[in-house]
């Protein structure tokens, strides 16, 4: 994994010196609550949180982060991430996900906080647009408790625009998930609407908002105990 990082930063040194076209990208959004393909990380007790990223693209590839924050301290999460666009449709990304913040940031050793995850991403045609992405943990502390081996977890979600400011979407875990989904198998987690709209502020500034209604329709647990379905709403602001 050293050898990795080392390599991680190496790049982004060569590429930003090299690439004529290299971009980089920062901004934010503030929602109500932090709900992760319909999971809520506070519990019920859900608070405002921050969320920003920066982002350095060149050519088809993007390096970035992404990070979220509680207005009270109680979610802290850092992720990066690698995305490489093969084509206008179909999308590779590799994240490394920290939420946990138990040990050092920078430990990658057996049993930190580090979740890693290999996302494929499909945009349909305009004639039909339905988007679908397929993302499933290999490596890091996605594990099966009882025998400590990875646990693979997948998750799949489906998304249709209903016009240019609203879509719907379906999520569902795809297999047993103790440390990610709480899944006992196959179960719907995410299912709703999102609706945008720009509040024109002045003649050169609008501000994008943003509801998401939704529901996690999964009744049983990582245990086979019963469980309620959960409706969540988020309202967000893009700055």
């Known amino acids: 994994m050293k050898k990795m990082k080392v390599l991680a930063i190496c790049a982004i040194a060569v590429l930003s010196v090299t690439s004529a076209k290299a971009q980089f990208a920062t901004g934010a959004d503030v929602v109500s609550s932090y709900v992760w393909r319909g999971i809520p990380q506070e519990g019920t007790a859900g608070t405002p949180n921050i969320q920003p990223y920066v982002s350095f693209t060149t050519g088809g590839l993007t390096l970035g982060s992404w990070a979220s924050s509680s207005f009270i301290g109680n979610v802290k999460e850092v992720d990066l991430y690698a995305t490489y666009v093969f084509t206008p449709s179909i999308a590779l990304t590799v994240t490394d996900y920290n939420w946990g913040f138990t040990k050092s940031y920078f430990s990658y050793a057996k049993g930190s906080d580090h979740k890693f995850e290999a996302s ?90 943003y509801g998401v209604l939704g529901a996690n329709l999964s009744t049983k647990d990582a245990f086979g105990a019963d469980k309620k379905s959960s409706l969540y709403f988020v309202a967000g602001i893009t700055l």
Not at 146 to 168: C, H, N, Q, R
């Open 120 to 209: 494929l991403a499909y945009t349909g045609a305009e004639s039909f647009p339905l988007s679908v992405s397929l993302n499933t943990f290999f490596a890091g502390s996605d594990t099966i408790a009882a025998t400590g081996k990875a646990a693979f977890s997948s998750y799949i979600e489906l998304s249709y625009p209903l016009s240019t400011s609203a879509k719907v979407f379906c999520g569902a875990a795809l297999n047993k998930s103790e440390a990610i989904y709480n899944t006992s198998g196959l179960a719907i987690t995410n299912l709703g609407i999102k609706v945008s709209k720009s509040i024109v502020i002045t003649d050169k500034f609008s501000l994008p908002v």
